[in-house]
């Protein structure tokens, strides 16, 4: 409780001394790591984005779609597959997985996303937000998939 206190007032005293223009010294410890990234996506040769980006023990996964022809299962199972690949790419797993945002091109297919996806991240699934996107997913896909997990 005594540290939880202390902590709290150097952080309000940081926050003066920057309002009120006074430098302050930063600890080595509390400079922020610069981001990692992986699988870079690039056009032309300029970089597009990344599969993955690693920052402060969190890894933030770039969306995966199904680009091919097939029904809502099987895109589903084939995104899930691809986030796995890429969790494990960035040095984490499907049960560490603690955000999800699901896009469906129908909702219509919530249902069956629902089937397929169900158990794919051990017993205790991350939390969700699922939508249906105005003009479908980019690519043709049924469903498209990002997350964020912890390493």
Known sequence: MKTERRSIIKKLFASIAGVAGLGTVVKAEEIQPEKEVGNI????DVPLFSGHTKHNGLVFIAGKGAHFDG????HTKH????LEKELIAAGSS???VLKCSVFLHDLNDYKAMNEAYKGRFGNKPPVRTTVAVYGGV????????DCIAYI
């Open 94 to 96: 499907m049960s560490k």
């Open 71 to 74: 029904d809502i299962t099987a």
């Open 138 to 145: 980019p690519g043709n896909s049924l469903v498209e998939i």
């Open 41 to 44: 996506t690039t056009v032309q």
């Open 79 to 82: 995104v899930l597959d691809e």
